[in-house]
């Protein structure tokens, strides 16, 4: 970033710095893009009227699951964080744990599927036993088949 006075941009840039953060860009994105300073690029945006999004790093349970929903029909992280006024970066991270934890789940049913059984495939996602019963009987599986119990045994 250019040090001293800060660098004048034309009234067409300026629009374009709005525009970019309306449409997903972070301050840090524009400030690298345009050179100047965080302070313009504020400055600019209030200008502009652009309402600022949302950078607390706190989201909750509601905002994560409206992001997961909006992402499932089919909105870019982009779009999601316009929509939210959230920041990108947030939306990614919820969409990269949502990510991670199916990838959990279908990793875990594929091991059960092919034999293991809940302690190793407790052991093996340093995971606890009660978690993996869990994502199972989300999946339909049912308790006695999860614990490999012989349901004659315990016929009354």
Known sequence: MSRGRPKKLDEEQREEIAEGYRDGLTIDDLIEKYDIAKKTVRRYLQEQGVEMRDYGFSLTSEDEEEIKRLAREGLSEEEIARELKKSKRQV??????????????????????????????????????????GMLRDEGISLSEILDLDEELFKI
């Open 92 to 133: 990614n991270s919820i969409l990269e744990k949502s990510r991670e934890e199916h990838r959990l789940r279908v990793n875990v049913l594929e091991d059960f599927e092919s034999g293991y059984d809940i302690l190793e495939i407790s052991g093996k996602y340093d995971i606890d036993y009660h978690e993996v019963v």
